[in-house]
C-alpha cells in the first residue's frame, strides 16, 4: 500500500518556464512533509519542507503547497533551469518531534518523477 | 566537513549469500537511517540508529538488520539475499533523532543479487 504517491514518473519542461510535480498522500497522520531532489550516483538533498500548519512555503526559485484537504502536495520550480534536471522525491512524516523526540522520523517516500529541464 | 560516505559502493553476491554494507555519518551526527530504493517502490525506509540503538523500523523482514558503533558508524547486513533486494540502499546521517529535515544521505550502495 503506497501511502505517498507520485503518479507523474516523469516530467519534461523548457528552460524559463514553470516546473510543477505532484505529490498524493493517504495517511491523514502525515504532519510534516519533504522534496528531496536526488543526481544519478549521488544521494538525495533536501530541498525544500512543508509543516502541515501551513499552506505554502517559499525557498527562492522553489515553492511547495499543501492542500490537506485533498491531501494533496505539489513543488513548482520557477524559473527551471537546465539544473534542476534530477529525481524529485516527495516524503512525509508522521508525528515529527520537537528535535530530539523519539519513535518519529520515518520518512515514506513516493516513487519520484524525474524531471528534464531542456534548455 | 567530509559528507556521509558508503562502502562499497557496488556490490554483486549471488541467492542465499549475506552481505554487509558499511556507513559513515558526517562528523557529529549521532542518527543514521538506512533507505532501500526500487524502481517500483521508491525509496523505502529500513531502520534509524541512535546512540547505538535502533529507534525506529521500518517493515522489512528480520533478514535485514543493522548495527551502530560508538563512533557512529552503522553497518547494514542483508542474510539469505533474494533476488528482489537488489537495490540501492542509502544511509542519511543527522545530528538529532528523528530529525527528518536534517538528514544528509550518502551516494549509496548498489546491490545486484544474481
Known amino acids: 500500500d503506497q501511502q505517498v504517491k507520485q503518479n507523474s514518473p516523469s516530467l519534461s519542461v523548457q528552460e524559463g518556464r514553470i516546473s510543477i510535480l505532484n505529490c498524493d498522500y493517504t495517511?491523514?497522520?502525515?504532519?510534516?512533509f519533504l522534496w528531496y531532489k536526488k543526481y544519478p550516483a549521488e544521494g538525495p538533498t533536501f530541498l525544500i519542507s512543508?509543516?502541515?500548519?501551513?499552506d505554502k512555503n517559499e525557498d527562492g526559485r522553489f515553492t511547495v503547497f499543501l492542500n490537506k484537504s485533498a491531501k494533496h502536495l505539489s513543488l513548482h520550480i520557477v524559473p527551471s533551469q537546465p539544473g534542476d534536471s534530477a529525481v524529485y522525491f516527495c516524503a512525509a512524516s508522521a508525528g515529527s518531534p520537537p528535535h530530539g523526540s523519539s519513535n518519529t522520523g520515518k520518512l515514506i517516500f513516493g516513487q519520484g518523477t524525474t524531471l528534464q529541464v531542456k534548455p | 566537513k567530509a559528507g556521509v560516505t558508503q562502502t562499497p559502493r557496488y556490490l554483486i553476491k549471488t541467492r542465499g549469500q549475506q552481505v554487509t554494507l558499511s556507513c559513515s555519518p558526517i562528523?557529529?551526527?549521532?542518527?543514521v537511517s538506512w533507505y532501500q530504493q526500487t524502481p517500483g517502490q521508491g525509496l523505502q525506509f529500513l531502520f534509524e540508529?541512535?546512540?547505538?540503538?535502533?529507534?525506529n523500523k521500518g517493515n522489512f523482514p528480520g533478514r535485514f538488520s543493522g548495527r551502530q558503533f560508538s563512533n557512529s558508524r552503522s553497518e547494514m547486513n542483508v542474510s539469505t539475499l533474494e533476488l528482489g533486494d537488489s537495490a540501492l540502499y542509502l544511509c542519511?546521517?543527522?545530528?538529532?533523532?528523528?530529525?527528518?529535515?536534517?538528514?544528509?544521505f550518502g551516494p549509496g550502495t548498489r546491490l545486484t543479487v544474481l
Open positions: 512543508i509543516s502541515s500548519i501551513k
Open positions: 495517511n491523514s497522520m502525515f504532519d510534516y
Open positions: 562528523s557529529g551526527h549521532r542518527s
Open positions: 540508529y541512535f546512540s547505538e540503538t535502533q529507534r
Open positions: 542519511a546521517s543527522s545530528p538529532l533523532l528523528a530529525s527528518t529535515d536534517t538528514q544528509y
